[in-house]
């Protein structure tokens, strides 16, 4: 059987305000929408800042789980724009959160202790990064304070 290999990408963090709309309980879950403040972006082949804009539109279930619903921009270091869309998994959240006010997990027992995945796809009509148009991406997140932190990788 052939196994999946990755390449790291790059890791980012975006800071978000508190969630200011609550929509309340509907089909899929409480929903809540957070806007992005901004952040940076760091890897060998991708660098720059994310931009203070988009945000994320989350669903939180009755088990604790987020699904998140994210949209944000890159702008790298050479001035390239890159539309960011992610979906992704947090569970539990309460654990999460507790991290969270603690900086983050602080070890690979805390990190355990949580799933959270993305699946980022990238957007770009700069031909500089026009390679990033067409690879499959995972992200591995955590919760830091008012703001999350993603290593992302690419598949191979």
């Not at 999460?96 to 959270?116: C, L, M, S, T, V």
Request: net charge negative; proline share 4%.
């Amino acid at each position: 059987m052939l196994q999946p290999k990755f390449n790291y990408l790059c890791s980012y963090r975006a800071a978000f305000t508190e969630p200011q709309q609550q929509i309340g309980k509907a089909h899929f879950g409480r929903r809540m929408i957070a806007a992005l403040t901004g952040g940076e972006v760091e890897g060998e082949r991708l660098r720059g800042r994310v931009m203070p804009s988009g945000g994320d539109w989350a669903t939180i279930d009755d088990r604790d789980t987020l699904r998140l619903d994210a949209r944000i921009t890159f702008e790298t270091h050479d001035g390239a724009l890159i539309y960011v869309s992610y979906r992704g998994v947090l569970r539990p959240l309460s654990v999460a959160h507790k991290h969270a006010r603690n900086g983050g997990p602080q070890n690979d027992e805390e990190h355990a202790e949580i799933y959270f995945r993305t699946t980022p796809i990238f957007e770009t009509g700069d031909e500089r990064y026009a390679w990033l148009n067409d690879i499959v991406a995972v992200g591995l997140g955590a919760s830091v304070g008012g703001a999350v932190r993603y290593n992302v990788f690419e598949l191979l």
